[in-house]
């Protein structure tokens, strides 16, 4: 088998990762010292050393932190020329607000740019996952197509019927299970996603291979939900090659979404909040164990509160002394885990596009001609990608 057009790309992705593997393969939040500090404990000191100022600077500027790197690490800079995307937005297809009525304003912005990316639409129209139906009403305005929403929560799909019907949106939104494996979807249509999440939107690339679907543009998103395995598994043949550690598991794969732009500076904090008491109770303790991810409500309460939570969650009975010590502990944990963090934020966005360049390898080696790149501004949203594929009857499969 030859390597298709998007091979180079990946397999250059795939070296870089692996040159860095050690930096973004360390989680600071579970290792009071990343591997990698014994060979560059330079390194180590300057990003323990940044103040709150510098901090705050560099958490949501990856780029700017690389640069800033290139005395020990020369070659991450190299990663910004490697996640570079064709800019595939078009005219913005998003609903007037007179016609949106009850739409999250930032859902009827995003939902407008992956239309407007995608224009022509000349082919009836599957919204996959579609909620309440605003990308399908979206498509439908935009394409005077048929369009029909697909969704397993069934009050979400009669929420968004009743919404259909107020403003007056001819769309069909039916309950189903996508993940089905007796699901058989009608053919010649376009299957659209916006942000289903992991082992959703892989079942809509599987799925629309298999059935060979003219043209399938979905934006992924969460890749590690829904997950069909505990670890990776490349959806291409040509993927297998890669070079990083395998088993790779999931749950540090999730790297590459940990960045938003819709999150508020009160969700910021109680976030904060969360982390430095979690910490504090493990201080509590002479090695961490299981601990359910606890409730936003539960931060605008008092560490007390938390350790109270956790010992339910965990059938254990802290006592009360040394509180007020551990939770200041779990604050300067927190300080540390930050800073290391750092250097795992330059990984998520080359980390995201490893991933869904496997995607395109698929859809390659089954015949497509394939489009990636970004639908819109990182602003509108960080999950920007866009991967867009027409079935080509003179191009072979790749067997």
Known sequence: MGATPGFAAWQRLDHWLKAHEPFWSSVPFNEPEP????NHPELYQWLLALDDASLSQFQPAPLALAESLTSWLPDLAAGVELIQMDDLSGESAALP???????PGRKRLQAGALTGSLKPLDRPLVDWCCGAGHLAATLHQASEQSVTGLDWDAALVHKGLAWMQQQGHGVALKQQDVLDPLLVLPQAHHWVALHACGGLHRRLLQQGIAQQAPRLSFSPCCYSLFAETPDWQPLSRQAAQTQLQRPLPWSLLRLAVQQTATAAARQTRQRR???????????????RFALASAPASLASEDFNAFVAWADAQSARQTPATHRSQAEAQGWQ???????????RHCFRRPLEIWLVRDYQLALEEAGYITRLGCFCDPQLTPRNLLLDAIKSPSIPCHD
């Open 97 to 103: 607000e007179s016609a949106a009525s009850g739409m």
């Open 273 to 287: 909040r969360l982390r430095a008491w979690r910490l504090g109770y493990f201080s509590l303790y002479p090695a």
């Open 35 to 38: 591997a990698w500090a014994k």
């Open 333 to 343: 944990q927190l300080a540390r885990i930050e800073r290391l963090e750092l250097l």
